[in-house]
């Protein structure tokens, strides 16, 4: 197992037991009302939330295309293939 593998498994184990030892009622403020409420599911959600907005967060972004991406895109291949002139073939070899 790598340690990746055994960091994520020993913070789940912690997590968990982080849970389910709060798990008596608070009360939970709402707009115009108060509600008890588990501490278990109000940090369970508040985990949920933060999980879900940082790998909205942290994910790669897509690229945007250059012009010069476009233009040899839709080049011919052999045009591509035939750019080096002599010179460049005989520094290259």
């Known amino acids: 197992m790598s340690a990746k593998t055994i960091s994520i498994i020993i ?4 997590l968990t037991i982080f849970l389910m030892v709060n798990t008596e009622a608070v009360d939970f403020n709402f707009l115009v009302t108060t509600v008890p409420v588990s501490k278990l599911l109000v940090i369970g959600v508040c985990i949920i939330i933060g999980f879900i907005i940082g790998f909205v967060v942290g994910r790669p972004r897509k690229t945007v295309s250059s012009y010069d ?14 750019t080096l002139s002599d010179e460049d073939r005989d520094y290259i070899s």
């Open 69 to 82: 991406d476009e233009v040899e895109r839709n080049q011919p291949t052999i045009e591509k293939k035939n």
């Open 11 to 14: 913070l789940t184990a912690l």
